[in-house]
Each structure stands twice: as structure tokens, then as C-alpha cells.
């Protein structure tokens, strides 16, 4: 497979992975592999198992057979909290902000800093007030108003405002969901050069999406799913959208078969 | 439009609408009725109102949970029934004791009630209209439905007396709001309760121990009514198990009024204590004019749904959209 001679610079792979929900079989034998501080997309129809396989890279499902190597080593997270601790941030299509809360409370939803001592927990907004702004600048050219509800902000400043925060929390791999299924074409592409400063930074991306010209502006190369399995990698120079489709229909290996 | 001089002058009218409502009513009650102003009305203002207000506290945390608490009276006549029979029969040291019984027997409610809505997540209404009506039934069935008199004299101190001129039951009000007020606003906890209430599914994610939250929330509910209904026991030196009836609607239109929708992730203790008072005067008002008192639940109710129409309006910036 094209993708196995990228293993040696994986930042993350996934072996073998077998997941069943019941009689429906959601992932088969499922192996990818993820090239460290590189955009990797992942394509493939609905139902394919994309979900699915972020959701056990992030720690939300555990799979029935497989193992998941994050640098280099096992990684079969048991919660998308334990996940996190490692380094692997997600970015979910519903977004995870709290609307009612201000920008710089969902950057620190769940990491509040507190004024000592520590055991009363109350609040150190100033601080959090005063770092928001740095944290959001490492990645965003137009921070927007940090003390407002996120609900006030336009759909593409929420998204912005979420790659950031999964970004700015010293996380390695960030996995999104459909960042730009639900924006325009300005929102989205201010979405795509965020992701672009994040891999500037250093950071490996995984970006599921249902828009072929999307995978292929912002990746670098591109696995495709169907039906449950992954059925190749291909670096973005190296094929073509038609090539992509073909593979996401089956078109490519019925004709294999054919030949 | 947003920066236009009009919505900004909405937008003061929707961060202190019920301010404002508020003291153009003190003002106008200074104006127009001469007993208003007096020290023995404003006295018996803030007593009146200290037992509704506690409560209306801790119903502020529920609501901006999301949810509500309809337990809160029933959980008040409990305090109240317990506290009162545990000072009756063991005298003086039933002071101390009674107050811990009333106490524990709320905290029990209270934990039910986290238990059932954090745990098993059953609807905050079906949960504590259950607990409301079992508490209720219960005190009914081990108190015949009759009360009993002859709470130590001393007790009523807390109740009816006052420090510096102000009634004891004001000065806990106080002290409760103040306290409260610092929890929700300025902790982690409070900032949780917000978190929960706006997006839960995105606090968890966030890795919230939103159950924690919502159990914490009601069990502070219920010890606010525990201090509502031990103060009771002090203003009147009585076992009343029909005590505090319809005391939740009245706490939860306060906090509404205050700005607090049932929706959740929003509302302020200011709010809350100025929903209360806003409530009380407007009673105070009618009593004061000479109104039948019948008339007390009409305007609360007006005052209810006008709050929450205004509300509605102002976001939408129109009404009908």
C-alpha cells in the first residue's frame, strides 16, 4: 500500500483497526497512518467509517481489535480526556463552544486558572482575559472581541475561535470534523489559513471533508475510505480529484477487478 | 446596527430593564403614598420578602442550569416541621439539634432530587414535582396536617428580631445573596454552572463533570430552603405542615423576572434579588392602596409574563418575529 512507506515519520498510526456496532460492521481491518506535521485528509461517502475512526483515535470509541502508535507508542486512549492529555486535540462539527460564554471562557472551558488558594477556585479571569488575546494571535490574524459571547460571533469566527483552542493547548495532532461544512466562502477560507498557521507551527492535522477542492487546497496527501475499509493514500501531487472519486465510489477497484 | 444609537439604548434596557422597572416603582411609591417611606414599612418589606428571596437564591442556580426546582416549598415545610417538632419536644437543646435535623432532612431531599436529575437524568420538573409532592405527603401523614405551637420563646430571636434596626431574616438574606452571588460569579463552580446550562454536550466534551454540577446545584437548592424554613420557625414558633405553598413559583417568577430564563445559561444574583423585591413592593403597593389581596397573585402574574414578553422582544427586536 502507498501509505506504509510513510510509517517511518508517522506521527500517529492506526493498525488493524475493527470496530462493529451490534450486526453493523463500522470499521474493517482500517490502517492509516499519519505523517508528522503534514495535513492529511480524509475522504470517503457517508457511512464509510471516517467518524468512526477519529472517534477511536480520539478516545471516544475503544476498538474491538488493532492498535493505535502515537509517537511511537501504544495508544489506545480510554477517554477523549486521556486523549487530550496526549496531546490530541478534536475539533467537533458541532463546534464545542458554550454560546453564552465569552471567548475567553471556552478557550479555558475546563481549564479555568484560579487565584491561590487554590482549594476556594475562584477565578482568575484577568489572567485568563489578558492570555486569551496571545493564545488567539498565534494562530488567527483578526481575533475577534475576546469578552463577548461566543453566540455574537458569525459562524466562521466560531470555527476559527475553536481550531484555535484545540491549537493552543500544546497539542500535536488535531483532528476536525467537517471544519467548513456549515460556512461561506470568505469564513471559509479564513477557516483553511488557520489550519495553515497551525501546520506552520508544527502541528499534524487530519481534516475529514466531503469537499474534494477543500482536500485539495489545504493537504498534503489524502487517505480514502469505503465501506469500513481504508483503501489507499495518495500525496496530493500525485493523483488527482477524478482518481479520488474513483476510489471513494469503487469505480477504481471494480475496474482492477475487471483488468 | 449594532453600533446604532437606538439598539444601544435597547440594549441598557435589556441589561437593566428590570432595574429600571424597579425604581420607577420605589419612586413612584415614594411619590404618590406617603406610608411607603416609612421605617416601619421598608422593614416590613425586607421581612416579608427574606424567606421568598433565600430560596429565590438557590432557584437562581437551577434555572441557569437549565432547569428549575419545584421542591423548594415542600423541602421549606419539611425545615419547618422538623426543626419546630425537634425544638418542641427536646427544649433548649433541640435548638441546635433542630437545626441540624432541618438541615439534614433537606440535604436528603436535595440529593434525591441531584441524584434523580444528574444521574438517572430525569426531567428537573417530573424529578422535584415528584419529590414535591412525596415531601408534602409525608409531612401530612406524620403530622395528622396539624400544627404544633411552643418552639422555645428564645428561638423567635432569629426570626422576629432585628440587628441595627434590620430584621434578622434581611440581614441572612443578605448574607446568602452575598455569598451565593460570590459563587456564581466568581468561582469555577458558578462558571460551571453557566457552562452546563448553555451547552452541556460542549462542557463535557470540554471535560465538565457536568453530573457533579447539576447534583451540586440542587443540594445548594435544598440547603437554601433549609435556612427559609428554619427562619420560619422563628417568625412563628410553629410546626406548620402547610407551609411555604406555592413558595417555588413565587422563587422562580422572582428569578425570572430577574432576567434568568427557564432556557438556562443566563441570569445574575442582582437580577434575582431586584425580581424579588420588584415583586414584593408591587404586594407591598397593592396592600398599601388598599387593594384586596386576592388581587397579589393577579400581578405577579402580569408582572411574570410582561418580563418575559419584554424579553423575548428585545432579542428578537420586534415582537411577532
Redesign the interface.
Known sequence: MDGSTKATNALLSAERISKSFGAVVALQDATLHLPAGEITGLVGDNGAGKSALIKIISGVFTPDSGLIEFLGKPANFAS??EA?EQGIETV?Q????????AVW?NLY????L?VSPKF????DKRAMLSKTSEMLKRFIRDVPPIAEPVELLSGGQRQVVAIARAGAWGSKLILMDEPTAALGVVETKAVEEVIFELKRQGLTILVISHNLDQIFRVTDGVWVMRRGRVVGYRQKARTHPDEIVSMITGAAASAEAGA | MIFGRWSKLAAVARRHGVLIVFIVLVTGMFATTSTFGTYQNLINVLQQNSIIGIIACGMTFAIILGGFDLSVGSMTALASVVGATLMIDLGTLGIPVGIIGAVAACLLVGATNGWLIAYLRVNPFVATLGTMTVVRGLIYVATNASPRFGVPYSFTTLGLGRLFGVPNPAILFLIVAALLGFVLHRTRFGHYVYAVGGNSVASVQMGVNAGRVRFAVYVLVSLCAAISGIILVGETATATPQAALGYELTAIAAVIVGGAPLGGGRGRMTGTIVGVFLLGVVANGLNLFGVSPFWQPVATGLILIAAVAFDGYSKRGGFGA
Not at chain 1, 109 to 112: A, H, I, K, P, S
Open positions: 477523549p480526556a487530550r467537533y458541532d463546534l464545542a463552544l458554550a454560546g453564552n460564554l471562557a472551558l475546563g481549564r479555568e484560579t476556594l477556585h475562584i477565578l
